[in-house]
């Protein structure tokens, strides 16, 4: 079984739909992350956790917000989705006292239509 | 911030060729890793190597930490291969990785 797993793989919404993307991880990691893949433009960070009690804007939050229900589960919300967000999703863990060794979930290829 | 290159940005082999692919980066790094995405768009592991020479199958990446780059050796090439390989190397400002330009690889039959 994968260590890092996001749901769902695939989704296709409509402008100013709520949705809602999870993440799950067995590596026991106490970081989790939420970036986001464009073309052309690499990874950027959304959303980080350190621990379930400890959340932290990344450097594109705007329009999105996180819940960490527990060491395992981290999930993005976009509360009023716009087609400027779609993108591909990606989950990552990291251990506490490796932070920059990142393990990232297969991905949510996310489309607001 | 730190800048992190890739070269080069695009290769196309033939299958059983041998290549390598190099990352530059702008200020030094204690980090390094090296991630395959395939055509699916899933990220892979590939080596976590802030110093020195790593080897796991056809894969090894050395890192030279002194002279800003690391580089990332794939031999004998096969067409599983295909995809887009990039470095990330840590950016204190916000906890996360920065990943480099990316090289665009196609290994065809």
């Known amino acids: 079984d994968a260590d890092v797993t996001q749901t769902p793989r695939n989704r296709i919404t409509k402008t100013g739909k709520r949705i809602m993307l999870e993440c799950s991880q067995t590596k026991g990691h106490d970081r989790m992350y939420w970036y986001r893949q464009d073309p052309g433009l690499g990874l950027r960070l959304i959303y980080y956790s350190f621990d379930v009690k400890d959340i932290n804007k990344g450097e594109i939050s705007d329009g999105y917000s996180v819940s960490r229900q527990a060491q395992a589960k981290f999930s993005l919300s976009l509360e009023s989705a716009i087609p400027n967000q779609t993108a591909l999703y990606f989950c990552?863990?990291?251990?506490?006292?490796?932070?920059?060794?990142?393990?990232f979930g297969p991905g949510t290829r996310l489309t607001v239509t | 911030g730190i800048q992190v290159e890739q070269s080069p940005p695009d290769l196309i082999l033939q299958e059983g060729a041998n290549s390598t692919l190099r990352c530059n980066f702008s200020?030094?790094?204690?980090?390094l890793q090296w991630f395959h995405q395939n055509p699916w768009g899933q990220l892979i592991n590939l080596f976590y190597i802030p110093s020195g020479t790593k080897q796991n199958g056809r894969l090894s990446a050395t890192t030279v930490a002194t002279e800003r780059y690391s580089l990332l050796y794939i031999s004998s090439s096969q067409t599983t291969d295909s995809g887009v390989y990039f470095c990330?190397?840590?950016?204190?400002?916000?906890?996360?990785?920065?990943f480099g330009t990316g090289t665009r690889l196609l290994v065809s039959p």
């Open positions: 990552a863990t990291s251990a506490r006292d490796s932070p920059y060794e990142q393990y």
């Open positions: 990330a190397v840590p950016s204190t400002g916000f906890q996360k990785l920065v």
């Open positions: 200020d030094s790094v204690n980090n």
